[in-house]
């Protein structure tokens, strides 16, 4: 089968559509200014843009309908961008017009509430701005050829892995992360954690860094590598979709969560707010959990016990380690950073 007739590239190039279509809308809007109500409150578009990490889709894509069957999202239009989540937020923090960001980690929302456009009391609910999240999984082949288990059997000689560039995609640091926490002890022992990553970050290991989790999927469903550390949504729909691979969540692995936030320059302030607090209604986790990300009401989650099996040892937090603004600083800070100076040093 051809690369264009699979059901990944597909997906590929429907992805490239719609982050297309919301870049052209988003142009042909103007800035704030220039729409009716954008000084928040109730601009009469009915229209949202919503920025967000690439492999976020799916859950829009069904938490979108779900929210314009409610009174407050009838006829609300959300346009909406897909990308690599630093990359996403740079494009937010230079100009591009946004309503609702989600990014894959902190630091993405971290860095507009620096820039003035999102408030500092962004995720001080009792949710932390987490409508939903998942762990990091370990994506083979049908039938497994190369007996993958756990994070030490990616260190076997000849086994090629395949996850993107942590400068521009916040799934790589989650991808990262859940070996480090599980070789470190939770952080226990950093150089342990980081021993680890300075054997896989090689080339023997890893040749292709995409910039996305979305583009690190494709490059694998289209034949790349042995390994693909991802999401487990993103494994989720690849099976769906028919695709041959098989996934597994070691034995110990990390916890994901993907921040959402309103903008304060937001042109339709109310429905953006409605947007962002249907996310976290019985209907919003619903919808989010049918596209196999893991809801983050309990009740919701019970529900969906089955599709989202635990780790059998432990599941890490990024709390466990410090929370973002260490762990990024430490170990992801370009040229100073510990995993920033192991890629450094791979890639010369």
């Known amino acids: 089968m051809s690369p264009s007739k699979r059901p990944g590239a597909r997906r590929s190039t429907a992805a490239a559509v719609v982050v297309l279509v919301a870049a052209l809308l ?21 229209a949202l843009t919503l920025f967000a990490y690439s492999t976020a889709k799916p859950a829009f894509d069904k938490a979108v309908a779900a929210f314009n069957k409610t009174a407050a999202g009838a006829g609300v239009q959300v346009q909406q961008s897909y990308g690599a989540s ?18 894959s980690v902190e630091p993405d929302v971290t860095r507009l509430v620096t820039a003035g456009l999102v408030d500092s009391k962004w995720n001080a609910d009792a949710d932390k701005g987490i409508p939903f999240g998942s762990v990091v999984s370990i994506v083979v082949r049908k039938g497994n050829p190369k007996g993958i288990h756990d994070w030490n059997d990616l260190l076997k000689p000849g086994v090629q892995v395949v996850t993107p560039n942590p400068f521009s995609s916040g799934s790589a ?8 926490a599980a070789e470190s002890n ?20 890893i040749k292709v860094q995409p910039k996305s989790g979305r583009e ?10 042995d390994v693909l550390i991802s999401y487990e ?21 990390f916890k994901i969560e993907n921040p959402v936030a309103v903008l304060k320059n ?41 599709d989202f099996p635990q780790p059998s040892k432990k599941l890490w937090t990024i709390t466990d380690l410090g929370g973002w603004k260490k762990v990024d600083k430490q170990l992801f ?6 995993v920033a100076t192991i890629y450094d040093k791979a890639t010369k």
């Open 233 to 253: 949504n993103e494994a989720i729909l690849a099976q769906r979709e028919g695709d041959p691979i098989e996934y597994l969540i070691p034995p110990i692995t």
């Open 333 to 338: 800070t370009p040229n100073t950073g510990s």
């Open 173 to 180: 640091k989650w991808n990262l992360l859940a070996p480090y």
């Open 86 to 103: 630093g990359d996403q937020s740079r494009k937010v923090a230079a100009g591009a017009v946004a309503d609702v960001v989600n990014f």
């Open 186 to 205: 939770g952080g226990e022992n950093p150089q342990a954690g980081l021993d680890y990553l300075g054997k896989l970050i090689t080339k023997d290991h």
């Open 266 to 306: 937001a042109r339709n302030m109310d429905k953006a707010v409605a947007f962002k607090d249907f996310l976290y209604t019985p209907a919003g986790q619903r919808a989010i959990a049918n596209a196999g990300f893991r809801p983050v009401d309990p009740q919701v989650a019970a529900e969906y016990g089955k």
């Open 26 to 46: 988003s142009a042909c809007s103007g800035g704030t200014s220039d729409v009716p109500g954008s000084k928040g409150g109730g601009g009469g578009s009915g």
């Open 216 to 225: 690190a999927t494709e490059t694998f469903l289209q034949g790349t590598g």
